[in-house]
T-cell receptor, first 113, second 114 residues
Protein backbone atom coordinates (compact mmCIF):
# COMPACT_ATOMS: atom_id res chain seq x y z
CA UNK A 1 0.00 0.00 0.00
CA UNK A 2 1.69 3.18 -1.19
CA UNK A 3 1.80 6.00 1.28
CA UNK A 4 1.85 9.67 0.38
CA UNK A 5 4.03 10.39 -2.62
CA UNK A 6 5.54 13.80 -3.27
CA UNK A 7 7.53 15.03 -6.24
CA UNK A 8 10.08 16.27 -6.84
CA UNK A 9 12.18 15.47 -3.77
CA UNK A 10 14.48 18.42 -4.24
CA UNK A 11 14.20 21.61 -6.24
CA UNK A 12 16.34 24.71 -6.73
CA UNK A 13 14.69 27.84 -8.08
CA UNK A 14 15.70 31.42 -8.62
CA UNK A 15 14.04 34.29 -6.80
CA UNK A 16 11.00 35.52 -8.73
CA UNK A 17 10.34 32.20 -10.44
CA UNK A 18 7.30 30.01 -10.02
CA UNK A 19 7.21 26.42 -8.75
CA UNK A 20 4.72 23.55 -8.72
CA UNK A 21 4.92 20.72 -6.20
CA UNK A 22 2.88 17.55 -6.49
CA UNK A 23 1.32 15.14 -4.05
CA UNK A 24 -0.46 11.81 -4.39
CA UNK A 25 -2.38 10.87 -1.25
CA UNK A 26 -2.38 7.54 0.47
CA UNK A 27 -4.82 5.04 -1.01
CA UNK A 28 -8.26 5.60 0.47
CA UNK A 29 -7.57 9.16 1.56
CA UNK A 30 -9.49 12.05 0.02
CA UNK A 31 -8.18 15.11 1.85
CA UNK A 32 -4.84 16.77 1.25
CA UNK A 33 -3.19 19.34 3.49
CA UNK A 34 0.00 21.23 2.71
CA UNK A 35 2.51 22.35 5.29
CA UNK A 36 5.68 24.42 5.12
CA UNK A 37 8.51 23.40 7.43
CA UNK A 38 11.37 25.84 7.78
CA UNK A 39 14.68 24.49 9.03
CA UNK A 40 14.48 23.71 12.74
CA UNK A 41 10.78 24.55 12.98
CA UNK A 42 7.53 22.69 13.18
CA UNK A 43 5.29 22.37 10.12
CA UNK A 44 3.13 25.42 9.41
CA UNK A 45 -0.30 24.91 7.82
CA UNK A 46 -0.68 26.37 4.32
CA UNK A 47 -4.07 25.07 3.18
CA UNK A 48 -6.28 22.03 2.90
CA UNK A 49 -8.19 20.56 -0.04
CA UNK A 50 -11.27 18.39 0.07
CA UNK A 51 -13.63 17.61 -2.80
CA UNK A 52 -11.43 19.70 -5.09
CA UNK A 53 -11.98 22.86 -3.08
CA UNK A 54 -9.74 24.79 -0.72
CA UNK A 55 -11.45 24.34 2.63
CA UNK A 56 -9.14 26.11 5.00
CA UNK A 57 -6.13 28.35 4.69
CA UNK A 58 -3.32 29.30 7.00
CA UNK A 59 -1.52 32.61 7.22
CA UNK A 60 0.15 32.46 3.82
CA UNK A 61 -0.04 35.06 1.02
CA UNK A 62 -1.93 34.61 -2.21
CA UNK A 63 1.36 33.70 -3.92
CA UNK A 64 0.62 30.25 -2.52
CA UNK A 65 -2.15 28.49 -4.38
CA UNK A 66 -3.21 24.94 -4.92
CA UNK A 67 -5.42 22.54 -6.69
CA UNK A 68 -6.94 19.13 -6.08
CA UNK A 69 -7.80 16.80 -8.91
CA UNK A 70 -10.68 14.30 -9.16
CA UNK A 71 -8.27 11.46 -8.23
CA UNK A 72 -7.53 13.36 -4.97
CA UNK A 73 -3.96 14.24 -5.96
CA UNK A 74 -2.93 17.81 -5.36
CA UNK A 75 -0.56 20.53 -6.47
CA UNK A 76 0.95 23.41 -4.58
CA UNK A 77 1.98 26.44 -6.62
CA UNK A 78 4.14 29.26 -5.39
CA UNK A 79 4.56 32.38 -7.52
CA UNK A 80 7.19 35.14 -7.32
CA UNK A 81 9.47 33.06 -5.14
CA UNK A 82 11.28 34.75 -2.29
CA UNK A 83 14.40 33.58 -0.51
CA UNK A 84 12.23 33.04 2.56
CA UNK A 85 10.19 30.44 0.71
CA UNK A 86 13.09 28.02 1.04
CA UNK A 87 11.76 25.17 3.16
CA UNK A 88 10.58 21.58 3.22
CA UNK A 89 7.05 21.39 1.84
CA UNK A 90 5.04 18.54 3.28
CA UNK A 91 1.85 17.03 2.00
CA UNK A 92 -0.40 15.16 4.41
CA UNK A 93 -3.41 13.11 3.45
CA UNK A 94 -6.34 11.98 5.54
CA UNK A 95 -9.94 10.83 5.27
CA UNK A 96 -12.65 13.47 5.25
CA UNK A 97 -11.95 16.52 7.32
CA UNK A 98 -11.65 14.98 10.75
CA UNK A 99 -7.99 15.79 11.13
CA UNK A 100 -7.35 12.31 12.47
CA UNK A 101 -4.62 10.08 11.18
CA UNK A 102 -2.67 12.46 8.99
CA UNK A 103 -0.15 10.59 6.86
CA UNK A 104 2.74 12.71 5.68
CA UNK A 105 4.88 12.36 2.62
CA UNK A 106 8.65 12.79 2.76
CA UNK A 107 8.38 16.30 1.42
CA UNK A 108 9.90 18.45 -1.28
CA UNK A 109 12.97 20.41 -0.30
CA UNK A 110 12.73 23.79 -2.08
CA UNK A 111 15.76 26.05 -2.19
CA UNK A 112 15.36 29.56 -3.57
CA UNK A 113 18.60 31.27 -4.61
CA UNK B 1 -6.21 30.54 17.03
CA UNK B 2 -4.53 27.55 18.59
CA UNK B 3 -0.92 27.89 19.75
CA UNK B 4 1.24 24.95 20.84
CA UNK B 5 4.43 25.29 22.83
CA UNK B 6 6.88 22.40 23.18
CA UNK B 7 9.75 21.79 25.60
CA UNK B 8 12.58 21.01 25.69
CA UNK B 9 13.99 21.87 22.29
CA UNK B 10 16.75 19.30 22.72
CA UNK B 11 16.98 16.26 24.98
CA UNK B 12 19.95 13.95 25.42
CA UNK B 13 19.60 10.67 27.29
CA UNK B 14 21.53 7.47 27.74
CA UNK B 15 20.23 4.28 26.21
CA UNK B 16 17.74 2.67 28.57
CA UNK B 17 16.75 5.92 30.25
CA UNK B 18 13.30 7.48 29.97
CA UNK B 19 12.55 10.61 27.98
CA UNK B 20 9.69 13.06 28.54
CA UNK B 21 8.60 15.81 26.16
CA UNK B 22 5.96 18.32 27.20
CA UNK B 23 3.54 20.48 25.24
CA UNK B 24 0.99 23.09 26.20
CA UNK B 25 -1.89 24.32 24.08
CA UNK B 26 -3.96 27.45 24.22
CA UNK B 27 -7.40 26.53 22.85
CA UNK B 28 -9.48 24.73 25.47
CA UNK B 29 -11.69 23.38 22.66
CA UNK B 30 -8.83 21.32 21.19
CA UNK B 31 -9.72 17.66 21.36
CA UNK B 32 -7.08 15.68 19.51
CA UNK B 33 -3.37 15.52 20.25
CA UNK B 34 -1.05 13.49 18.02
CA UNK B 35 2.69 13.01 18.32
CA UNK B 36 4.94 12.70 15.31
CA UNK B 37 8.49 11.43 14.88
CA UNK B 38 10.58 12.90 12.09
CA UNK B 39 13.81 11.28 11.03
CA UNK B 40 16.38 13.02 8.89
CA UNK B 41 15.20 13.42 5.32
CA UNK B 42 11.74 12.02 6.02
CA UNK B 43 8.30 13.38 6.69
CA UNK B 44 6.71 13.24 10.15
CA UNK B 45 5.36 9.84 11.14
CA UNK B 46 2.46 9.45 13.57
CA UNK B 47 3.60 7.46 16.59
CA UNK B 48 0.75 7.90 19.05
CA UNK B 49 -2.28 10.10 19.54
CA UNK B 50 -4.83 10.84 22.23
CA UNK B 51 -8.31 12.31 22.24
CA UNK B 52 -9.63 14.63 24.89
CA UNK B 53 -11.93 12.05 26.46
CA UNK B 54 -8.92 9.95 27.47
CA UNK B 55 -6.30 10.85 30.09
CA UNK B 56 -3.59 8.41 29.11
CA UNK B 57 -2.72 6.09 26.26
CA UNK B 58 0.11 3.61 26.01
CA UNK B 59 1.67 1.67 23.14
CA UNK B 60 4.58 -0.51 24.19
CA UNK B 61 7.42 1.85 25.22
CA UNK B 62 5.51 5.00 24.31
CA UNK B 63 2.80 6.70 26.33
CA UNK B 64 0.98 9.99 26.15
CA UNK B 65 -0.77 11.76 29.02
CA UNK B 66 -3.26 14.60 28.79
CA UNK B 67 -4.24 17.14 31.43
CA UNK B 68 -7.17 19.10 30.03
CA UNK B 69 -7.44 21.38 33.04
CA UNK B 70 -3.86 22.53 32.70
CA UNK B 71 -3.99 22.29 28.90
CA UNK B 72 -0.87 20.26 28.57
CA UNK B 73 0.09 16.85 27.27
CA UNK B 74 3.28 14.85 27.41
CA UNK B 75 5.08 12.09 25.52
CA UNK B 76 6.86 9.48 27.58
CA UNK B 77 9.37 7.09 26.05
CA UNK B 78 10.74 4.35 28.32
CA UNK B 79 13.79 2.17 27.78
CA UNK B 80 15.08 4.47 25.07
CA UNK B 81 17.09 3.01 22.20
CA UNK B 82 19.46 4.70 19.73
CA UNK B 83 16.85 4.31 16.99
CA UNK B 84 14.55 6.58 19.02
CA UNK B 85 16.88 9.45 18.09
CA UNK B 86 14.85 11.86 15.95
CA UNK B 87 12.86 15.08 16.15
CA UNK B 88 9.51 14.73 17.87
CA UNK B 89 6.58 17.08 17.28
CA UNK B 90 3.40 17.45 19.24
CA UNK B 91 0.29 18.85 17.63
CA UNK B 92 -3.21 19.90 18.58
CA UNK B 93 -6.45 20.11 16.66
CA UNK B 94 -9.11 22.66 17.47
CA UNK B 95 -12.57 21.61 16.26
CA UNK B 96 -14.11 25.05 16.11
CA UNK B 97 -12.19 26.10 13.03
CA UNK B 98 -14.35 24.31 10.52
CA UNK B 99 -12.32 21.97 8.43
CA UNK B 100 -9.65 20.50 10.62
CA UNK B 101 -6.03 21.42 10.71
CA UNK B 102 -3.23 20.47 13.05
CA UNK B 103 -1.12 23.08 14.80
CA UNK B 104 2.37 21.83 15.57
CA UNK B 105 4.88 22.57 18.27
CA UNK B 106 8.41 23.61 17.41
CA UNK B 107 9.88 20.15 17.93
CA UNK B 108 12.22 18.34 20.32
CA UNK B 109 15.45 16.84 19.08
CA UNK B 110 15.99 13.62 21.05
CA UNK B 111 19.46 12.10 21.09
CA UNK B 112 19.88 8.65 22.64
CA UNK B 113 23.49 7.73 23.26
CA UNK B 114 24.55 4.07 23.42
Amino acid sequence: DAGVTQSPTHLIKTRGQQVTLRCSPKSGHDTVSWYQQALGQGPQFIFQYYEEEERQRGNFPDRFSGHQFPNYSSELNVNALLLGDSALYLCASSTGFSGYGYTFGSGTRLTVV
Amino acid sequence: GENVEQHPSTLSVQEGDSAVIKCTYSDSASNYFPWYKQELGKGPQLIIDIRSNVGEKKDQRIAVTLNKTAKHFSLHITETQPEDSAVYFCAARAPNTGFQKLVFGTGTRLLVSP
